[in-house]
């Protein structure tokens, strides 16, 4: 599965589980961090672990682990690094604050919709 594939199966995992403003940036042009940046808000804490958990739920059963994951403790940033696809669960709150669409606005953002798959 290449990198655009796997972040597909990402955006389609949190909007199966309700996650908000989901954004797929290509940044590979951009950085060498990443290829893609997934970004999206759950509604609560709880909502954004949620969303988290599904994501590495699922991509787990296709052979696809965590390199590394970071902010389940608090619940308002969750970071799920897959190596060149990185995903990012917010609050509504902690998106707001630090806008990481505005950090990478020369990323171009995939037009995905459900209607996709």
């Known amino acids: 599965m290449d990198n655009k594939a796997l972040s597909l199966e ?4 949190l909007d199966d589980n ?3 403003n989901i954004k797929v940036l290509d940044v590979k042009e951009l950085t060498s961090i990443a290829d893609y940046f997934i970004i999206a808000t759950g509604t609560s804490t709880r909502h954004a672990t949620s969303l988290a958990e599904s994501v590495e739920e699922e ?8 390199a590394h994951k970071e902010g389940y403790r608090t619940g308002e940033w969750i ?11 917010f609050t509504e ?5 630090y806008k990481l669409e505005k ?12 209607d996709t798959f």
Do not use: C, N, P, Q
């Open 93 to 97: 709150e902690t998106r707001d604050f």
């Open 59 to 66: 991509l787990s059963k296709i052979g696809f682990d965590t």
């Open 103 to 114: 950090m990478w606005k020369d990323a171009e953002i995939l037009d995905i919709s459900v």
């Open 10 to 13: 990402v955006f389609k995992t």
């Open 18 to 20: 309700k996650g908000h």
């Open 79 to 89: 970071l799920l690094d897959y190596i060149d696809v990185i995903v990012h669960v």
